[in-house]
């Protein structure tokens, strides 16, 4: 047996208590030992990880590739590799597709150009309603059968209370996850940013936190019902938190996670009218931003990227009429290690965010064990620099003064992204 040998790196997996340096040796795609290398076998490659870290592959549970249809945005090969070289091993692809992801043979397509790719493991995201019109319903069965791990709408709204609880109704019979995002067209369809201060001096239209709030206690009342198993995306203010506490509390099978965007930034980035911060959900204010960070750090939440590339054209028009969404995976690291080196973030709760419990909502072995699929990162935390390689031109900084970086990603196994020198 040939092995891979990743010799004096911090292995972190706070899931299994692991916070040492050691080696670890790897074979046909799977953990083979930790720590001594096993009897037998011969070393075929080591890499050096001194000073680096190792943790479980990142799950990201929300992305846009935009492939088919949008390939002016970013297509599947490159931002599969975008995200490998921000350390994620697997991505759920949100259905916003031309034609949208709603029948098998759309998700085939995916599927069989993420493996030409070679890069992060596409799970696509099955579209919940026929074209994302939020009326029909979609053959949700057909979908899982096709390898669709959940659902979703992709933030475009459902018509109705009544076809929502028809669709879930449907996926509860057929033990189908949803997820699910909490937006009240009717309060924030006109708004761009959140509704407070900033907006009011700029003269933008705002987006309040009722619209999320309302939008998900209808959610949690429908879910309670039904008894469907749900994921809320993309939570973005504090009184969301409290409501899902008590779901919790009251048994409802439902998890939730927030955009590092919103653990990151302000409503008040939005000063100078700044394109690049137009985003869905709306950047809140910084008593929002606190409580989400402390449910992260608490086990609560799940982060997602919400990686959305654009190009140029489409954030250069007037704020209102920019395309929402920021290209996240070129600078996901550093920032992400900006906010535990500020004390935000503790690390293990931010491994488990991304590792764990995105894992866990999908139903995947996850983790560094022996006898586990290899699928991990290798970051250098004090490195400085690194390639953009997303097609997305929307980067909400220029990151590279930040310290974190991707050295390396693994995919049962097979290293599917090193970083190049230079």
Wanted: charged share 20%.
């Amino acid at each position: 047996m040939k092995y891979l040998h990743i010799r004096n790196a911090r292995l972190l997996d706070p899931q299994q208590g692991l916070d040492d340096v050691l080696d670890l040796y790897v074979a046909e795609g799977q953990i083979r030992a930790i720590g001594q290398k096993p009897a037998g076998g011969t070393i075929e490659e080591t890499l050096d990880a001194q000073g680096q870290w190792l943790l479980p592959g990142l799950v990201d549970l929300s992305t846009y590739l935009n492939e088919p249809g949008y390939l002016q945005k970013g297509s599947i090969q490159t931002e599969t590799r975008a995200a490998a070289s921000a350390g994620f091993s697997h991505v759920c692809a949100q259905p916003l597709t031309k034609p949208v992801a709603d029948s098998p043979a759309v998700i085939q397509l995916i599927q069989e150009k993420a493996a030409t790719a070679g890069y992060a493991r596409v799970l696509p995201l099955g579209a919940l309603t026929q074209g994302l019109d939020g009326d029909q319903l979609a053959n949700m069965v057909s979908l899982r059968n096709a390898g669709c791990r959940a659902l979703s709408n992709a933030r475009q709204p459902v018509k109705d209370s009544y076809v929502l609880r028809r669709l879930m109704e449907y996926a509860a019979t057929y033990d189908i996850l949803l997820f699910l995002s909490a937006d009240d067209r009717a309060l924030s369809a006109s708004g761009v940013m959140h509704e407070g201060p900033t907006a009011t001096r700029l003269g933008l239209a705002g987006i309040p936190e009722t619209a999320e709030t309302i939008a998900l206690a209808q959610l949690l009342l429908l879910i309670e019902q039904t008894g469907v198993r749900a994921h809320i995306s993309q939570i973005s203010c504090a009184r969301s938190l409290e409501m899902l506490a008590d779901a919790r509390a009251r048994g409802l099978r439902v998890t939730a996670d927030v955009a590092l965007a919103n653990l990151v930034f302000t409503a008040r980035e939005v000063s100078g009218f700044d394109s690049r911060f137009h985003v869905q959900p709306p950047l809140r204010g910084e008593k929002d931003r606190q409580a989400l960070l402390t449910a992260v750090n608490r086990g609560e939440l799940a982060i997602c990227s919400n990686h959305q590339p654009h190009e140029i054209s489409a954030k250069k028009a007037p704020f209102a009429d920019a395309a929402a969404g920021m290209s996240m995976y070129d600078c996901f690291m550093p920032l992400l290690l900006e906010l535990v080196r500020k004390g935000e973030l503790h690390l293990p709760a931010a491994i488990s965010a991304l590792c764990h419990q995105p894992a866990a909502v999908l139903g995947l072995e996850h983790g560094l064990v022996q006898g586990h699929r290899f699928s991990a990162t290798l970051i250098d935390p004090q490195a400085v620099g690194g390639k953009i390689l997303s097609r997305g031109s929307n980067l909400p900084l220029d990151h590279s003064e930040l310290a974190g970086r991707v050295e390396a990603t693994f995919v049962d196994g097979r290293m599917v992204y090193r970083r190049q020198p230079g």
